[in-house]
């Protein structure tokens, strides 16, 4: 029994993903990758137009720009936490058919290294395939002006496996296989320029895990079963400030830029029930901003490039940045958003993980 505790606690300390005993909010629900607050960075919000972590918000970010096309993006986190460190690799295909939204996304996740306080080897590897739908009600009968839904899911057959292994010694593997991974969200916008909008999603998970851990003193494995349950709720708004103050119709430099700040804010609720665990609740809020970099009136390149900065923080101590661009004119169809990302975890990975991320993605009209 000593023995098993002492896996569960390493595995608890080490993989908040897996056994969820770190207070995660609704990182794992992001539909495109978000990982220990890189949220913060990319300023995925559920009222966020182009953050994409509300299923709902794919008619927003896409319905704008094309009517019927394509979105292919592609993703790189390599995170750093002590001696512990993870490459993160995601791919996104968005299909585009007004007023229909469809999604797939995949991810493969690969960890190696020594946490700093367990005198072993880590090795983790993840992998999972997401479908995602939505569909603008605004464009559809019943006209339902500003309003869109949307859903998303993990395909069941995917599954991630965690080693901890000392001087060639197996102590402890663990493997998560996906069961149920639902994600349901609403988003609304509305006003001048779409100046206010406001999202919410609800996440149902249910994944069964199976341990096998070396007994230190019968040097036999004992293999145990259980079950993770969690849901998140999260609910928030983004607004441009400036648009309803009337902002002067001269095209001054002022004013195309004040136009563009946009302000988020979230609340996420969370449950987690874990193998020998117990029930865990978190509450965090979520604060962030983008804003375009330059005017076009002082950006020499605004003919082909506009650049935007992202960020925020959190109420559990995480925050991010970054500055990436999109693609005007000749160029409109390719944009790509590097960023960087710090958040607290567990002290034995070296008290917080530190993540540097770039999303890229080409835009292609059918």
């Given at each position: 029994?000593?023995?098993?505790t ?10 908040p ?13 992001g ?11 990319r300023?995925?919000?559920t009222a ?26 592609g993703?790189?986190f ?11 690799e ?5 299909v ?5 939204v469809l ?6 996740a690969?960890?190696?290294g020594?946490?700093?306080t367990?005198?072993?080897d880590?090795?983790?590897r993840?992998r999972?395939?997401?479908l995602a739908?939505?569909?603008?009600l ?20 995917t ?12 102590l402890?593997?663990?493997?998560e296989?996906?069961?149920v ?9 509305g ?8 999202g919410?999603f609800?996440?149902a ?12 003193n019968s ?5 145990t079963?259980?079950?993770?349950n969690a ?16 902002l ?12 563009e700040?946009r302000l988020?804010?979230?609340?996420a609720?969370?449950n ?5 665990e117990?029930?865990r609740?978190?509450e ?9 970099v ?5 950006n ?32 409109e169809?390719?944009s790509?958003?590097?960023?960087y990302?710090s958040?607290p975890?567990?002290?034995?990975l ?5 993540i ?11």
């Amino acid at each position: 029994m000593r023995t098993r505790t002492l896996a569960w606690s390493l595995l608890a300390c080490m993989f908040p993903g897996m056994v969820a005993a770190q207070s995660i909010g609704t990182d794992i629900t992001g539909l495109n990758l978000c990982l220990y607050g890189d949220c913060e960075a990319r300023g995925a919000y559920t009222a966020d137009p182009y953050g994409w972590v509300n299923p709902a918000t794919l008619p927003v970010g896409t319905l704008p720009y094309v009517q019927r096309g394509l979105f292919a993006s592609g993703s790189y986190f390599r995170l750093n936490a002590g001696g512990v460190g993870a490459d993160v690799e995601s791919g996104t295909l968005t299909v585009v058919a007004s007023p229909v939204v469809l999604q797939v996304n995949g991810v493969y996740a690969e960890t190696s290294g020594q946490p700093r306080t367990v005198p072993a080897d880590l090795t983790f590897r993840t992998r999972f395939v997401r479908l995602a739908g939505a569909i603008d009600l605004d464009r559809t009968t019943p006209h339902i002006p500003g309003l869109s839904v949307g859903v998303l899911g993990s395909l069941p057959a995917t599954n991630s496996d965690l080693k901890l292994s000392a001087n060639g010694l197996t102590l402890v593997r663990a493997t998560e296989d996906r069961e149920v991974d639902l994600t349901l969200g609403v988003h609304w916008r509305g006003g001048e320029r779409n100046w206010f909008m406001a999202g919410a999603f609800v996440n149902a998970l249910r994944d069964p895990v199976t341990t096998d851990a070396l007994d230190l003193n019968s040097f036999e494995t004992v293999r145990t079963h259980g079950t993770t349950n969690a849901w998140f709720t999260r609910a928030g708004i983004s607004l441009l400030p400036f648009v309803p103050m009337g902002l002067p119709s001269d095209g001054s430099a002022a004013a195309e830029w004040l136009a563009e700040v946009r302000l988020a804010s979230d609340v996420a609720v969370g449950n987690i029930t874990v193998p020998g665990e117990g029930t865990r609740q978190s509450e965090t809020g979520y604060f962030g901003a983008d804003a375009r970099v330059l005017p076009d009136a002082w950006n020499p390149v605004s003919r082909y490039l506009r650049f935007y900065w992202i960020g925020g923080v959190d109420t559990d101590g995480g925050w991010g940045q970054g500055l990436g661009f999109y693609g005007n004119g000749p160029l409109e169809w390719l944009s790509c958003n590097p960023a960087y990302s710090s958040r607290p975890l567990a002290p034995s990975l070296g008290h917080r993980v530190n993540i540097w991320s770039a999303t890229c993605s080409v835009m292609l009209s059918l």
